[in-house]
Every structure is written in C-alpha cells, then in structure tokens.
C-alpha cells in the first residue's frame, strides 16, 4: 500500500516568489492535515480537512497561505508570497476516521527555503 | 492549551545498550492518546508506539515501552537493545480527541544518537 506522497521534496525560492505543495494521502482516507516544522521544533497543524472541508484552519495564516482539497482526495498548499520566516518543512498526514482515535500517517514532507 | 515538554535537546547511547527519553505533558482533559514518534533523516515522521490515557497498562511494542504515569503527567520512553538505526529524532506527541479536536501537540524533540 502507498503511503502518504508529497512533492516536491526540496524547493528553494526567493522571498516574495509564490510556491505550492502537493500531497496526495492514503488511498481512502478521508482526513488530510498539513503540518509545518521550523528547524529543531516539532510539527505543528496548519489546517486539517475532512473530505473536501477545511474543519480546523485556525492555525493558517491566512493573509499569505492559502489550501485546497477540492475532491477530497489530493490536496495544495500555497503561500503567496513568501517570506524568509517561511523556511521550514511542510508535512502532509492522513487518517482514516473509524473511531475516537485516528492514526494519522505522515509523508516525507517539502523542505522549503526561502532566500 | 496542551503542552508537551521533552527536556532532553541530545542523547547518546551504545549499541545494544537501554536508554530513556522523557517526555511531560499538561492537560486538563481526561481522555487523551500519548504518542512517541521517530523521525530519521529522512524526515518521514514514523510512529513508535501508543497510549490510551484510560489503560493503566504500560504500552510496549518489541524493543520499545513506556512508563506512564497518568497523575504525574510523564510520559517516557525506554529503548532497549538500542541499534544503529535507532538514530533520529524522537517526538513526543498528544491528543485529545474531545470536542472534535484531532490536532496533535508535538514537543520539540529528543535526538538520540546510538553509536557503535
């Protein structure tokens, strides 16, 4: 079974330029979240969506980040423009919604850098 | 808020050796998973092992378990028979699935490195 898939694994832009992320999940989950880790900390939740609704966003800053899920199945991050306190690496997780608890299953990420 | 605290930045230990990394957690909730997550190079954040806050029962998964303690609020894990690809950072992680919330709290963690 294929895990999580993000592309792409690097990117390295300059500040102001846009940049998106692509992850597809698990086949046949339902829940998506994405995730930034600044260097030595751990992730921390931008947005989580079930099917193609955006449940918990509370966390995005929506002035320059924008996502998508729009058939519920793969999702996009954006950030419009960027700025060099966006260097990090963006995780993207899925699970399946069975019970209270819900393994959520990461992907390798996009480490971005912003110069 | 939930807030998870991994004291330890660093550690090292020889192959084939126990170590433990701990891990507290702050929480008023009184459901809620604990988690340890291993993260190796290559990023891909890996689960470890889990615990029901409802389970007195440590959980314990090969070489690895933990010690909970549910009135202290710690969470730690012990490697035994360490290896070489143990090697990576260690995550402590938390959630509570109460009021429709599923966002886990990571702490910052531990990197362990085993050495030969």
């Known amino acids: 079974e294929a895990g999580v898939v993000q592309s792409p694994r690097y990117k390295i832009i300059e500040k102001k330029q846009p940049v998106a992320f692509w992850c597809n999940p698990i086949?046949?989950?339902?829940?998506l979240y994405w995730y930034r880790q600044n260097l030595g900390q751990g992730p921390e939740l931008l947005i989580r969506?079930?099917?193609?609704?955006?449940?918990?966003d509370s966390q995005l800053p929506k002035d320059r980040f924008s996502a998508e899920r729009l058939k519920g199945v793969d999702s996009t991050l954006k950030i419009q423009p960027a700025e060099l306190g966006d260097s990090a690496v963006y995780l993207c997780?899925?699970?399946?919604?069975?019970?209270?608890?819900?393994?959520?299953?990461f992907g390798p990420g996009t480490r971005l850098t912003v110069l | 808020a939930q807030t998870v605290t991994q004291s330890q930045p660093e550690m090292s230990v020889q192959e084939a050796e126990t170590v433990t990394l701990s891990c507290t957690y702050d929480t008023s909730e009184n459901n809620y998973y604990l988690f340890w997550y291993k993260q190796p190079p290559s990023r891909q954040m890996i689960l470890v092992i889990r615990?029901?806050?409802?389970?007195?029962q440590n959980a314990t998964e090969n070489r690895f378990s933990v010690n909970f303690q549910k009135a202290a609020k710690s969470f730690s894990l012990k490697i035994s028979d360490s290896q070489l690809g143990d090697t990576a950072m260690y995550f402590c992680?938390?959630?509570?699935?109460?009021?429709?919330?599923?966002?886990?709290?990571f702490g910052k963690g531990t990197k362990l490195t085993v050495n030969p």
């Open positions: 997780a899925s699970s399946l919604r069975v019970s209270s608890y819900n393994e959520q299953f």
């Open positions: 086949s046949g989950h339902n829940t």
């Open positions: 992680a938390f959630i509570s699935p109460q009021g429709g919330s599923e966002k886990l709290v």
């Open positions: 615990q029901e806050a409802y389970k007195q």
């Open positions: 969506y079930e099917n193609e609704e955006a449940v918990d």
